[in-house]
């Protein structure tokens, strides 16, 4: 290299200095050539990546297997909801009255997730509906939360017999639903009434009291837990709690939604 492309090579770095200071900027790479890889070169699960938005994070955890492939790559939760009345996956469906979707604002921040239809819900297609679904209006209106505000759904679409909880394989079958509701939906939090629900939701093998008053993390997506309605009808005396769980659940609202 001669001493003239030397003097010339200075002065350009001297002009970035000035520009820049002591560390010169580089180009932008595209996202693109960015890998989703590990330090040690291994590729990371899209719904472990924390670099990705919870949307994407979730939808990763749809199989990519028959039928819920096609799942994967709706758009809407009108497509989500025919997949779900039009596809039977279990035996359960077979035996249902109604499909139970869900209810509300396709856009709510808040989600609130259930167990499981009953009676009057299989009845009429619409989740919380009966006794414990009035409740469970009573408790949103406390804090301040009408039913079309937010989103309101089960982990199962079907009814079981009896009411009985959902055994592994028909949770299985139906929860990538839940998923694809929730990447659409897009929620800031969500609220699990009940002890199967928030397991279910958070993977746990929890009592209820070990999970309620605190935040949990859903692939991005904090989550509180709290008492089904229809278990406050059978002990009044778990109200009390279930108020100050859903206080503090409006106040971590407040906080996300805050602009």
């Not at 070169?41 to 899209?46: F, I, S, Y």
């Not at 997730?113 to 299989?122: K, L, N, Q, V």
Request: overall charge negative.
């Amino acid at each position: 290299m001669t001493s003239h492309t030397l003097q010339t090579l200075r002065k350009a770095i001297e002009h970035e200095r000035r520009l820049f200071g002591r560390f010169v900027p580089l180009p932008d790479a595209p996202a693109a050539s960015m890998p989703n890889r590990d330090l040690f070169g291994n590729a990371v699960d899209p719904s472990e990546d924390p670099s990705r938005p919870p949307s994407e994070r979730i939808t990763a955890l749809i199989p990519d297997t028959p039928p819920y492939d096609d799942l994967k790559a709706l758009n809407t939760l009108q497509e989500v909801e025919a997949f779900a009345a039009n596809n039977v996956l279990i035996e359960l469906d077979e035996m249902r009255e109604n499909p139970v979707f869900g209810v509300g604002d396709p856009e709510a921040d808040l989600v609130v997730i259930g167990e499981a239809p009953g009676r009057d819900e299989d009845k009429e297609g619409e989740p919380f509906v009966g006794r414990s679904g009035q409740l469970l209006d009573k408790i949103m209106e406390a804090i301040n939360f009408k039913r079309e505000d937010i989103y309101i759904t089960n982990i199962m679409k079907s009814r079981p017999p009896r009411n009985r909880d959902p055994e592994a394989d028909e949770v299985e079958a139906h929860i990538p639903i839940l998923y694809k509701q929730i990447a659409l939906i897009q929620p800031k939090i969500m609220l699990c009434v009940g002890k199967v629900a928030a397991n279910t939701v958070l993977d746990r093998r929890s009592s209820l009291s070990s999970l309620r008053g605190k935040e949990h993390d859903f692939y991005g997506i904090p989550v509180m837990a709290t008492y089904h309605p229809a278990a406050l009808l059978r002990n009044p005396n778990w109200k009390r709690p279930t108020w100050e769980d859903v206080q503090l659940l409006r106040t971590r609202y407040d906080e996300l939604t805050a602009d």
